[in-house]
């Protein structure tokens, strides 16, 4: 079952945070963080094990609530080039398989 | 090293028409996909496999055909294409399953 994203798109000034929720309905073993831009491919953010810990790096880093089976993906102080696309790919049970959630489009504006 | 490379890069098909999307990956990954993306939707997978020889289903496989004669490669046939297949195909490797994913940049295929 697809993953539901929160929100749907969030317009944003530069330098202002931001926080896009993954939430699933199932017990999940991980969930991966993609950004797409328009027209492009989707590049990795990270990838978050049940288990494991906080990631991030630069200004990006996300979390994973086993209990709620919800993750949260934190953009601090964003940048234009943060403009884009985030996608979650939740995971069940190690099987290779990926659910995507349906997005959620950032905006930055200067 | 040229990462994962599709081609083509456009293409329009009649109903019922045949074709092959190339995918070929120069970085010894195990691990290959498929998925398609429709407006409003995130990506689905169609089919992938996890080593030579070995394919197996995703979330959306029908109409789809795969095949893995080689670690480099992995086609994806559309058999009798249908205006339903209209949308953005994206290949994807990893080293192993669950790993991060590199993409292919996409081919923008048309049923008309």
């Known amino acids: 079952q697809q993953p539901v994203q929160s929100p749907q798109a969030v317009i944003l000034r530069e330098g202002e945070d931001a926080v896009i929720n993954c939430s699933s309905s199932?017990?999940?073993?991980?969930v991966h963080w993609y950004r797409q831009k328009h027209g492009e491919a989707p590049v990795f953010l990270m990838i978050?094990?049940?288990g494991g810990e906080q990631k991030g790096h630069d200004k990006i880093s996300a979390s994973f609530n086993e209990k709620k089976q919800q993750s949260s993906l934190y953009l601090t102080a964003s940048q234009l080039s943060y403009s884009g696309t985030y996608f979650c790919?939740?995971?069940?049970?190690?099987?290779?398989?990926?659910?995507w959630g349906a997005g959620t489009k950032l905006i930055i504006k200067p | 090293n040229a990462g994962v490379t599709q081609t083509p890069k456009f293409q329009v098909l009649k109903t019922g028409q045949s074709m092959t999307l190339q995918c070929a990956q120069d970085?010894?990954?195990?691990?290959m996909s498929w998925y398609r993306q429709d407006p409003g939707m995130g990506l689905r997978l169609i089919h992938y496999?996890?080593?030579?020889?070995?394919?197996d289903q995703g979330e959306v496989p029908n109409g789809y055909n795969v095949s893995r004669s080689t670690t480099e490669d992995f086609p994806l046939r559309l058999l009798s294409a249908a205006p339903s297949q209209t949308s953005v195909y994206f290949c994807?490797?990893?080293?192993?399953?669950?790993?991060?994913?590199?993409f292919g940049s996409g081919t923008q295929l048309s049923v008309l």
């Open positions: 970085m010894n990954h195990e691990y």
């Open positions: 978050l094990l049940k």
């Open positions: 199932k017990a999940l073993y991980s």
């Open positions: 790919g939740t995971e069940i049970n190690s099987n290779y398989q990926l659910i």
């Open positions: 496999s996890v080593g030579a020889g070995i394919t």
């Open positions: 994807a490797s990893s080293t192993q399953g669950g790993e991060k994913l590199f």
